[in-house]
C-alpha cells in the first residue's frame, strides 16, 4: 500500500482537496498531468469571482461561507494574498428576472447585501454605464481570487504539513481492488485506500460510463481590456461585477495587475471534443459580441481586446458538481464537473472532499451534487 489517499489532478479543487487532506493525515499523495496551476488548466486566467451573493440553490451558502472562512485560513497559512476584497456588484433590470431571482436566494439564505438604485451607482461606480432601469445589488463580502496563487499556495502548504507530489505524470487509469485503488501512468502503478479524481476536464476517461454520459467538457474563454485611467478600475474603487440582461451579459475583476481590466462574456462555454483540443484563440464572432458590449458598459475601457485564452472545464447535465464516492462502498471519489462555477467553493469543496475520502466525516445536505444522482434504476 502507497498511501491512505491520492489526489488525482491539482487544480482549483484538488490542490485544496490535497492541502485539506495533508492536515488529516500524513500519508498523503497527488498526482499532476503537467504542474499545479499549468497554463492550460481551468485555473488560468488570473482571477475568479468571489461572491456571497447568487442565484440559484440557496444550499451552497453554508459552502460559500465556509469556503470564504478557508480561504482566509490559507492566506494566514501561506503569507500569500490570495483573496483581493473588493466588494462584487450584480447588475440588472429592476424587476427583472436576473435580479428577482438572485434576491429571492438571497434573502432566503440571508446573505449580506445592500439595494443600490441608478443613482447610487451613478454615484458610486460611475465606471459603470447603466441602462434606464438598470440597479445593483451589492455584495460586501465579494471579491476576486487570484487563482494560480491560491492553488501553488495550497500544494505548497500541503508539502509542507508533508505530503508527496508527483508532477508531469498524468494517471491512464483506476481500478478497484480487494486491497485498495489501483493508479497507473505509464509503466508505473501505485496502490492507495482512497483516491479523488479531480482532474477537471480530464476527468471523464477516469469516471464510469454513466457518468461519462452525464458530463461534457466545454471551452470557457477570457477577454481582458486597457482602462484609460487604470487608477479608476482599481480594486478600491471597482468591485467585481456581473451584467445580466436578455440581449447581454458579462462579468469581470477589476485591474488586480494596475493595467488590464478583466471583462468577459457570460454562459458562453461550447462543447469540446476533449480538454486538449480546446482552440485557445476567439473567433470573430465571439471578439465581436465582446467589444460590443464592453464599449456599451464600459466607456473607460478601450474597447480593443488586448489579452485572450481559453480554458477546458468539465459540466455536469444540470450544472451541479459531482463531489462523492461513486458508490456507498466505492473508494473511488468524484471532485469535479464544477461546471465553470467551482473555484469560489474550492476551499469548502476541498475540505468536504478530504473528510470524506479519508472517512473522516460525512455532511449532510448535499445530494445535490453526488454521483449517484445520475445511476438510473
Known amino acids: 500500500m502507497d498511501g491512505k489517499l491520492a489526489v488525482i489532478g491539482l487544480g482549483s479543487i484538488g490542490s485544496m482537496a490535497l492541502w485539506q487532506a495533508s492536515r488529516l493525515s500524513d500519508s498523503v499523495t497527488g498526482f499532476e498531468a503537467q504542474v499545479p496551476a499549468h497554463g492550460r488548466s481551468a485555473v488560468g486566467g488570473d482571477t ?223 462543447a469540446a471534443p476533449s480538454a486538449d483540443s480546446v482552440p485557445r484563440e476567439l473567433s470573430p464572432a465571439e471578439l465581436a459580441e465582446t467589444t460590443e458590449t464592453v464599449t456599451e458598459f464600459f466607456p473607460g475601457l478601450f474597447p480593443n481586446v488586448v489579452r485572450s485564452d481559453a480554458f477546458p472545464d468539465l459540466f455536469t447535465k444540470d450544472g451541479n458538481p459531482l463531489l462523492g464516492r461513486l458508490s456507498e462502498n466505492s473508494r473511488i471519489y468524484c471532485a469535479t464537473g464544477f461546471s465553470g462555477g467551482g473555484f469560489k467553493n474550492a476551499t469548502g469543496y476541498g475540505e468536504i472532499a478530504a473528510h470524506e475520502a479519508l472517512g473522516k466525516q460525512t455532511f449532510d445536505g448535499l445530494d445535490f451534487v453526488r454521483p449517484e444522482r445520475f445511476k438510473t434504476s
Not at 451552497?60 to 478557508?70: A, D, H
Not at 460611475?126 to 481570487?145: C, F, H, K, M, T
Not at 505548497?156 to 481492488?177: K, L
Open 48 to 270: 475568479r469571482l468571489f461572491r456571497m451573493i447568487y442565484r440559484g440553490n440557496p444550499d451552497l451558502y453554508p459552502i460559500l461561507e465556509r469556503s470564504r472562512s478557508l480561504w482566509a485560513e490559507l492566506e494566514e497559512e501561506t503569507g500569500q494574498n490570495i483573496l483581493t476584497r473588493c466588494g462584487g456588484l450584480s447588475i440588472g433590470t429592476k424587476d427583472g428576472a436576473y435580479l428577482s431571482a438572485l434576491l429571492e436566494t438571497t434573502r432566503t439564505n440571508g446573505a449580506e447585501h445592500e439595494i443600490l438604485s441608478r443613482e447610487a451607482m451613478a454615484e458610486r461606480y460611475p465606471q459603470q454605464n447603466l441602462r434606464q432601469d438598470d440597479i445593483a445589488v451589492y455584495d460586501p463580502n465579494a471579491g476576486a481570487l487570484r487563482t494560480d496563487r491560491a492553488v501553488t499556495a495550497a500544494v505548497a502548504a500541503a508539502q509542507a504539513n508533508g505530503a508527496t507530489i508527483h508532477t508531469n505524470t498524468p494517471i491512464d487509469s483506476i481500478t478497484e481492488t480487494a486491497d485498495g485503488v489501483l493508479i497507473t501512468s505509464g509503466e508505473k502503478s501505485w496502490t492507495f485506500e482512497n483516491v479523488i479524481v479531480s482532474s477537471g476536464g480530464w476527468s471523464q476517461r477516469l469516471m464510469p460510463d454513466y457518468l461519462k454520459a452525464a458530463t461534457q467538457t466545454k471551452r470557457v474563454f477570457l477577454t481582458w481590456f486597457v482602462a484609460r485611467n487604470a487608477e479608476e478600475f482599481s480594486p478600491e474603487k471597482f468591485p467585481i461585477f456581473i451584467r445580466i440582461y436578455e440581449d447581454r451579459s458579462m462579468y469581470g475583476a477589476p485591474a488586480v495587475d494596475g493595467v488590464t481590466v478583466k471583462a468577459t462574456l457570460d454562459g458562453r462555454g461550447i
